[in-house]
């Protein structure tokens, strides 16, 4: 009889989680009570998707609501931004900076991905949206930054299909640079997370403060941006004379049957556009100027008789686009009212002002050169934090051979971290897998042992 599954998050465990979490100084970004941090919003993370695979994600939702935690989620998210942004280049020119392994900086760079697939899971739920109260112009914004460097890469060029970085390249001390091309293809990733945020924030906009729709269709012209994105669609490429598509973290060849089917990420461009033009709360607000006008209509161009069929209410957008090109609708209204407007972002930036370098040496000396017991304990933290049972609970599909990508049922027995095909494929990846093997089976034997 097969093992069941892990289950869904049990009430205490759940609290255990969620209360705990709160700010971080951008100093503190990495260290030990950070580390923590960082592994209840991993596990909250994993137990969201999970729970909402069973339609049983009301617990956590409440809790996240209750405690009040959805404003420091969104508080920590643009931390860790402005952490990559500002302290992560500087530590990748300092040239006496050698660490012994670049995991501990990964998991950094990896919390903004974190946060934001959990925002992305919750925000679906009308209540989560209410809870952020005034951070949500600070999410809003946050969103606009991703889609507008989304926008920007596309319109540059073809995307770049993101490579994949493994544990082995991690624990190799020259691995920066590696390092380096990571976070700028983990950055594709959470862009598109945020895409789908920006939809859920739209879809209760008739709950949002006035603020909110001011930032997104004056501010920011999200319309626009979003048409951009549509044109450009950077989550399609050709290679080689074939389509890709990025779904599910993953890019996969279109059969040319599957060509013109609607993405998930196709939909949400949609959906949000539909919110932001046709609800009665956004239309009147909206100015349908020369410009934003012209950049409108080019979505005539995309709504095809196959396309209405997938998603029936573009039906609406089509008839309301056919009027918008033989009319001139009317200027908003321009009231004088008292604006809000997002604080998180710019209170981080003027608090460690000219102290980037500081803190990045800081860090270097205090958090991101551990001794090999440090990492050794910090990946055993980790074995627990990311359980086999977890983890293949939330596979989408078969495992793939690490070096020649066909379906693999040969688990490496020593760390069971690296699935292959066959004996030989394994012989073949032992040297790059070596040190990262040694690092997660220590780690695999003292969780056993407790």
């Known amino acids: 009889m097969a093992a069941a599954g892990p289950g869904p998050l049990p009430p205490a465990e759940a609290e255990a989680l969620v209360r705990p979490l709160q700010g971080t100084e951008l100093r503190d970004v990495g260290g030990q009570r950070w580390l923590q941090q960082h592994e209840c919003v991993e596990k909250l993370n994993m137990y969201a998707i999970l729970n909402a695979s069973m339609g049983q994600e009301q617990l956590l939702t409440e809790l996240l609501v209750t405690y009040a935690k959805i404003p420091v989620l969104i508080g920590e998210l643009i931390t860790v931004e402005i952490w990559k942004h500002k302290v992560f280049p500087v530590l990748c020119r300092l040239e006496d900076f050698k660490p012994?392994?670049?995991?501990?900086?990964?998991?950094?760079?990896?919390?903004?991905?974190?946060?934001?697939n959990l925002l992305e899971t919750v925000f679906f739920h009308k209540e989560i949206c209410t809870s952020a109260e005034d951070s949500?112009?600070?999410?809003?914004?946050?969103?606009?930054?991703?889609?507008?460097?989304?926008?920007?890469?596309?319109?540059?060029?073809?995307t770049g299909i993101p490579l994949e970085l493994r544990p082995e390249e991690l624990a190799d001390p020259s691995s920066m640079q590696e390092l380096q091309k990571q976070a700028e293809t983990?950055?594709?990733?959470?862009?598109?997370?945020?895409?789908?945020v920006l939809r859920f924030i739209t879809d209760q906009v008739e709950s949002l403060p006035l603020s909110a729709l001011t930032r997104m269709l004056k501010t920011h012209n999200l319309p626009c941006l979003l048409v951009e994105l549509l044109e450009h669609c950077p989550w399609s490429c050709w290679e080689a004379g074939k389509l890709k598509k990025f779904e599910n973290g993953r890019w996969y060849v279109m059969p040319p049957e599957d060509q013109v089917k609607m993405t998930k990420l196709d939909g949400q461009v949609w959906?949000?556009?539909?919110?932001?033009?046709?609800?009665?709360?956004?239309?009147?607000?909206?100015?349908?100027?020369?410009f934003n006008r012209s950049q409108l209509l080019k979505l005539r161009g995309f709504l095809t008789d196959v396309l209405i069929d997938q998603l029936p209410n573009l039906a609406e957008m089509q008839r309301f686009l056919s009027h918008l090109a033989v009319t001139e609708p009317v200027p908003p209204k321009k009231d004088l009212i008292l604006e809000q407007v997002p604080v998180i972002w710019d209170h981080i930036l003027k608090k460690n002002k000219g102290k980037w370098e500081a803190i990045a040496k800081h860090q270097v000396k205090h958090i991101f050169s551990p001794t090999e017991e440090e990492l050794k304990l910090q990946a055993h933290r980790w074995a627990q934090t990311y359980s086999l049972d977890m983890m293949e609970a939330l596979a989408p599909e078969q495992p793939r051979c690490r070096v020649c990508g066909a379906e693999a049922a040969k688990r490496c027995s020593r760390c069971r971290n690296e699935w292959y095909c066959t004996r030989a494929c394994q012989v073949q990846h032992w040297q790059k897998h070596k040190a990262a093997c040694n690092l997660m089976a220590g780690a695999l034997g003292r969780a056993e042992d407790l």
């Open 271 to 290: 959906l949000a556009l539909l919110n932001l033009l046709l609800s009665p709360e956004c239309q009147p607000k909206y100015h349908f100027d020369g």
């Open 100 to 116: 012994r392994s670049t995991f501990p900086i990964y998991v950094v760079l990896h919390h903004e991905a974190s946060i934001i």
């Open 186 to 196: 983990m950055e594709f990733e959470i862009s598109l997370k945020a895409l789908s």
């Open 136 to 158: 949500i112009l600070d999410l809003i914004d946050y969103c606009h930054r991703k889609l507008t460097l989304l926008a920007a890469r596309s319109t540059n060029g073809p």
